[in-house]
């Protein structure tokens, strides 16, 4: 069966400043968790794998497409820092918990996907384990900014 989020109510606004040099601030927060034994292939890999996630289910978070000066166009990005943390395996496991019990948009990586090679198996290997068996190895999380702190209490920012 296939999970859909309804889009949350408009967490995504962010402070406006009449000075455009102050610095934007957020209500919301996008941020990944990951265990803290990774190679670094491997957190490179998780971490675009599940922000990926994020963006397909809750579009408020894309800005606008970008283009340089030659009027050359790139693909829209976030519009909002993403914020990389790290902790044990408890520490993601209670993660997981907490952003379960608040219905927050969300992401996982299982260390099974390292062994799978396309989104078919990828999907295949997270289904066939127990919610509260899953290895987990990354989570993205996005919501309002005390909410997401609250899922990610224990870890630390990525070094």
Do not use: C
Not at 36 to 53: I, M
Not at 68 to 78: I, K, S, T
Not at 110 to 139: H, I, M, Q, Y
């Amino acid at each position: 069966m296939q999970r859909t989020y309804k889009t949350p109510p408009r967490y995504g606004r962010q402070s406006r400043s009449m000075n455009d040099a102050e610095p934007i601030r957020f209500d919301t927060k996008i941020a990944v968790l990951l265990r803290e034994d990774l190679e670094t292939w491997q957190r490179l890999n998780v971490t675009a794998f599940l922000v990926s996630g994020l963006s397909t289910q809750v579009p408020e978070v894309i800005g606008e497409p970008y283009e340089d000066a030659d009027g050359v166009p790139y693909l829209p990005m976030f519009r909002q820092p993403v914020l990389v943390f790290e902790g044990t395996k408890e520490t993601l496991t209670q993660a997981h918990a907490r952003v379960l019990s608040r219905s927050l948009p969300r992401a996982v990586f299982t260390s099974d996907l390292f062994a799978t090679g396309n989104d078919r198996d990828n999907r295949a290997a997270v289904r066939a384990v127990p919610t509260a068996e899953l290895d987990l190895v990354g989570l993205a999380v996005y919501g309002p900014r005390n909410a997401v702190d609250k899922v990610l209490k224990g870890a630390r920012m990525h070094p």
